[in-house]
């Protein structure tokens, strides 16, 4: 085996030499009782070696830099404020309760009537009762009782059994003095105390037929009295007692909308009918020219109704001034 020091020497003496090679360095020193061999460079950096030739690390070409340009978005536009769209109705659902009419505007009279507890209800419609009952001599001679169809002693005897159990169906059954919404088209005395209620209470009720399709609206006539300011609340109610929950069906205007979108009849009590069927084809011709219509064509029955349904409609709001 040749020592590479060796060979480089041999080389070295040669005096023709023309090539040569340098000796072997270590780079590290020598350690005692250990052979160094030279050993050719791999590339792999010796860990113990803190004088070894650090190679740069490639660094990959840098994309060229883009300059960030923040666009200002535009002031928007503000948008035309949209007509307001038309009142949308809902279905009526009607409650399960039956109600009595005396119980009808009674927050009005004592506003914590609603929290109050069964038996303190008890107390307040028979309160109510009786302030209704108190009132039907002065109402009757002001609010020309007798043209609406009442009479004193089919309003005393109405009213004179709720002044003792309020508006309790139960007892007002057992006294036979329960309300019967249904009769309210055929039977005068019923439709005079439903009358009378709204005129003392200063609200409107509006009873619903669904198979005949019909909404007749009480009073016959609005109060007329000092302070009056028109009807204080609307009480949507079915022809079989319930009440009905409003579905947006608040005041007089929402009831002729939704008549007119829905394919309803407005109708006023028959005391109003009665009282017109007496006038003859000229004079309600006369009273449609008075209320403010543009003609009062047709037969009798067409005029009756035609006055009678502007009436009404003036009454809630919707056409003309309030009659």
Same mark, same amino acid.
């Given at each position: ?43 792999? #950096?010796?860990?113990?070696? /803190?004088?070894?030739?650090?190679? *740069?690390? %490639?660094? !990959? @070409?840098? =994309? +060229? &830099?883009? #300059?960030?340009?923040?666009? /200002?978005?535009?002031?928007?536009? *503000?948008? %035309?404020? !949209? @007509?307001? =769209? +038309? &009142? ?236």
């Amino acid at each position: 085996m040749v020592h590479w020091n060796e060979l480089s020497d041999f080389i070295k003496s040669n005096p023709f030499q023309t090539y040569s090679v340098k000796s072997v360095e270590l780079s590290v020193p020598e350690r005692k009782g250990v052979s160094h061999f030279p050993i050719l460079w791999d590339g792999t #950096p010796d860990p113990d070696d /803190t004088n070894e030739l650090v190679l *740069p690390v %490639p660094v !990959p @070409a840098t =994309a +060229p &830099k883009v #300059p960030i340009v923040v666009k /200002t978005a535009p002031a928007p536009t *503000p948008a %035309p404020t !949209p @007509a307001p =769209a +038309p &009142k949308q109705f809902k279905s009526l659902e009607a409650m399960k309760m039956i109600i009595d009419p005396i119980v009808l505007g009674i927050e009005f009279s004592d506003p914590l009537y609603d929290a109050a507890t069964k038996m303190s209800k008890r107390e307040m419609e028979i309160k109510e009762a009786q302030l209704c009952e108190s009132r039907i001599d002065e109402l009757y001679k002001s609010q020309g009782g007798r043209s609406r169809g009442w009479t004193k002693a089919m309003l005393e005897a109405a009213i004179r059994p709720r002044c003792a159990s309020g508006g309790n169906l139960y007892e007002l059954k057992a006294a036979k003095c329960l309300f019967l919404w249904q009769m309210l088209s055929t039977d005068k005395p019923t439709s005079g105390f439903l009358d009378f209620l709204c005129v003392v209470k200063q609200i409107q009720v509006a009873v619903w037929n669904e198979e005949k399709r019909t909404i007749v609206v009480y009073p016959a006539a609005e109060y007329i009295g000092d302070g009056y300011t028109g009807p204080r609340a609307l009480y949507n109610i079915s022809n079989t007692g319930h009440m009905l929950k409003s579905g947006g069906v608040r005041t007089g205007k929402d009831l002729v909308t939704f008549a007119s979108k829905y394919s309803w009849t407005l109708l006023p009590p028959s005391s109003v009918i009665h009282t017109l069927e007496k006038l003859t084809i000229s004079e309600l011709e006369t009273i449609g020219k008075k209320l403010g219509m543009a003609e009062v064509t047709g037969s009798k029955v067409e005029r009756i109704a035609a006055v009678a349904g502007f009436k009404l409609k003036s009454r809630l709001g919707a056409v003309g001034p309030a009659v």
